[in-house]
């Protein structure tokens, strides 16, 4: 018994330590404030201590704890729930939303990481009771984790689009970029206003498969969020000429994004939209499909 609370408490503290690792603290809101890292971490610990008590109670014969396990790990669901709902009650109150596909991502990340802390205690502990090397089983715990994350890490837009800063111009009182027109102003207020502030940038998909994922609406909200979330935006409520707007040249696939950062610089910019995440909602991969491409369907 007390050689089991040993490895009990070192796959515990594997898994607690995981959990701290994987914790994300940025302008994301991953969580950005101290109630949400406490409660992450609790659950974290939570979720280590389950991964932690299923090999000792698989030896001991105990299936009914290992049934209670399992019913214990099902409500990890629950941290997607919260998240969501978290998120969705305070996107009212941002310029610039997310997007429901946006809030879905980090709702799914949020639970995944979890069961990641999970695998890696149960690895710790497995390693213990088969080998009792303390070392060896911490080792375990920290490839998996260092796996599981690498595994689990999305694409950014750069790796699916060339970014560059486009021509913005006016056309009589259309708003255009490049040859794309983005939308009627007709204010001349607001006409110098955008001449003066607005940056325009065009993301030009590397292939086929990244042009229909840009053509996502939920993914130009999360692309244009992201951004605003790092370079700010010169704009306030009741001010819908100066949100920030997405359009797409349907002949090429590119995609026009108009911005009215508060940090007037192209290349922090250019390095926001860069950076922002592909979501896994939106990804498409179209020149797989048999019915467009003739290849053989795959079940």
Not at 1 to 29: A, C, H, N, P, W
Not at 38 to 47: C, E, K, P, R, S
Not at 289 to 298: H, T, V
Request: a positive charge; glycine letters at 6%.
């Amino acid at each position: 018994m007390e050689k089991f609370i040993y490895y009990f408490i070192i796959s515990l503290i594997v898994g607690t330590l995981g959990r701290v690792y994987l914790l994300r603290v940025d302008y994301r809101q991953y969580p950005s404030y101290p109630r949400g890292v406490i409660m992450h971490l609790t659950f974290g610990a939570i979720g280590a201590a389950l991964g932690s008590i299923a090999i000792p109670a698989l030896l001991a014969k105990d299936y009914a704890a290992v049934t209670f396990l399992a019913l214990a790990a099902e409500q990890f669901r629950n941290i997607r729930t919260m998240e969501r709902e978290n998120l969705t009650n305070i996107e009212e109150f941002e310029l610039i939303p997310r997007g429901k596909s946006y809030i879905e991502e980090i709702a799914k990340i949020f639970e995944a990481r979890n069961y990641i802390v999970i695998i890696a205690s149960l690895a710790t502990s497995a390693v213990l009771h088969i080998f009792g090397q303390p070392y060896l089983a911490v080792l375990a715990g920290i490839i998996v984790l260092t796996s599981l994350k690498y595994f689990m890490k999305g694409q950014r837009i750069e790796e699916i689009a060339k970014v560059r800063i486009g021509k913005l111009w006016f056309k009589g009182t259309l708003l255009c970029v490049d040859d794309v027109v983005i939308m009627n102003v007709g204010l001349k207020e607001s006409r110098e206003r955008i001449a003066r502030t607005g940056i325009a940038v065009v993301l030009e998909p590397v292939d086929e498969n990244a042009s229909i994922t840009l053509s996502n609406i939920g993914q130009r909200q999360a692309i244009i969020h992201d951004a605003v979330a790092q370079v700010g935006i010169i704009k306030d409520l009741d001010e819908p000429d100066f949100t920030p707007l997405a359009r797409r040249n349907v002949y090429n696939g590119n995609l026009m994004i108009v911005f009215y950062p508060s940090i007037q610089n192209e290349e922090a910019l250019l390095r926001a939209v860069k950076y922002a995440p592909v979501l896994e909602s939106t990804r498409r991969r179209p020149t797989e499909s048999g019915a467009a491409y003739g290849k053989k369907e795959r079940l």
